[in-house]
């Protein structure tokens, strides 16, 4: 667990890109307001964590899955998140099939049947990531 509260926070470089891809160019944010939305952000992923960790819990598990955030975001009413977070998630795993693909010796495809089973081996290596 972390050592201090600030080891909680996410990255402010991570959090400055994303203020920074969702606004004009034209709109800049004061420092404050930088250090209350990396905060919030902080805060929300905690949040979420924790419910999808109870998710996990029940199914008697200890690794978080994509599917325990996902019910985790349904029950914090925060089901317009969902399907966003579907997308990305998909279009994740696509990228990754294709850097697999691109690993294969010798310009080798994959077959059609097998990117289930990468997009699963996708989703163990994310549970391994974590």
Do not use: C
């Amino acid at each position: 667990m972390a050592e201090k509260l600030e080891d909680l926070n996410l990255p402010n470089s991570s959090v400055q890109k994303i203020i920074k891809e969702a606004l004009p160019d034209s709109v800049n944010i004061g420092k404050d307001a930088r250090s209350a939305l990396s905060r919030a952000a902080s805060v929300f992923v905690l949040y979420v964590t924790s419910q999808a960790s109870n998710e996990a819990q029940k199914g008697n598990r200890k690794t978080l899955i994509a599917k325990d955030v996902m019910t985790a975001l349904e029950e914090l009413e925060f089901d317009n998140f969902i399907e966003p977070l579907e997308e990305a998630l998909k279009e994740f795993k696509d990228s990754k099939v294709k850097r697999s693909r691109a690993k294969k010796p010798n310009g080798e495809s994959v077959a059609t049947e097998d990117v289930e089973d990468q997009h699963e081996t996708a989703d163990a290596d994310l549970k391994d990531d974590d």
